[in-house]
């Protein structure tokens, strides 16, 4: 037992979310700021961004990250990167609009792969970084209708392992947190959007739809996730590299 906090090695550090206005990306992006993380809030919604970025002492960066073009080439100065702004749109393969899919992938493997490319020359030059990738359980496992979402979050499963090959020998370290369904206010609002289609209780939709797969009778909370990426960002964490971290209540141990 070495007595080291979890959040050790980060104070001070410049951490760098997406999507970090709601939602796990505001739950991250809290938590590294309360191990003493310097943190940049990256959103399109501007407000919300400001409002988060303001609570945590955070600074904060507005941008569309699905417009790719704009990003190609930058140079950002970071030591932590979490990706984690996302989409979702469901639909069958045959009607699935190229616009659609050509936006998912771009919001979720293009922009995390420039990111990626921007930040790591300050990391290897400083010789310490941490990328983190917030995949999903579609990052491992199909479901039907949700074609795009899954092939984005499989590549950036592909991603996160080559971005960890490359980084180690740099102090670099790569890995990916793929959870499952997450308390957060976007599938609350699913939870009673389904309640009132399917004319059920919102208890029943949870216990039918959310965790039908799920061994845990609950589902994870925003910050028991962000828990995981302090972790991961900390100095414990300095050889784990190239893994995907499952939070899915036991879904895929069936």
């Known amino acids: 037992m070495t007595g080291r906090p979890a959040g050790a090695g980060i104070a ?21 700021a309360g191990a ?7 959103d399109i919604d501007a407000e919300a961004a400001h409002a988060v970025a303001e609570e945590i002492g955070g600074e904060t960066w507005i941008a569309d990250f699905s417009d790719t073009d704009a990003l190609d080439g930058i140079t950002l100065e970071a030591d932590i990167l ?4 996302g989409i979702q749109w469901i639909h069958p393969l045959e009607e699935f609009p190229l616009s659609e899919w050509r936006l998912i992938n771009r919001l979720m493997l293009e922009a995390p792969f420039l990111l990626t490319k921007a930040v790591l020359p300050g ?15 579609h990052g491992l496992r199909a479901s039907p209708y949700k074609s795009a979402y899954v092939a984005a979050k499989h590549g950036l499963m592909g991603l996160t392992k080559v971005t960890a090959l490359e980084g180690g020998p740099h102090g670099v370290t790569c890995n990916a947190i793929n959870p499952g369904y997450v308390m957060t206010p976007i599938v609350q609002r699913q939870v009673a959007d389904q309640a009132q289609t399917r004319g059920i209780g919102e208890e029943q939709v949870m216990e039918d739809v959310f965790l039908a797969h799920s061994a845990v009778p609950r589902l994870a909370e ?33």
């Open 12 to 32: 001070g550090k410049r951490a760098l979310v997406t999507g970090a206005a709601s939602g796990l990306g505001r739950a991250i992006a809290s938590t590294l």
């Open 36 to 42: 003493g993380a310097r943190v940049t809030v990256a």
């Open 82 to 85: 979490v990706n984690n702004a």
């Open 123 to 137: 990391m290897y030059a400083r010789g310490w970084g941490r990328i983190i990738n917030l995949s999903s359980i």
């Open 222 to 254: 925003p910050e028991e996730i962000a828990e995981l990426a302090l972790f991961l960002a900390s100095d414990a964490a300095a050889v784990i590299t190239g893994a995907a971290h499952v939070v899915d209540g036991g879904w895929s141990a069936g």
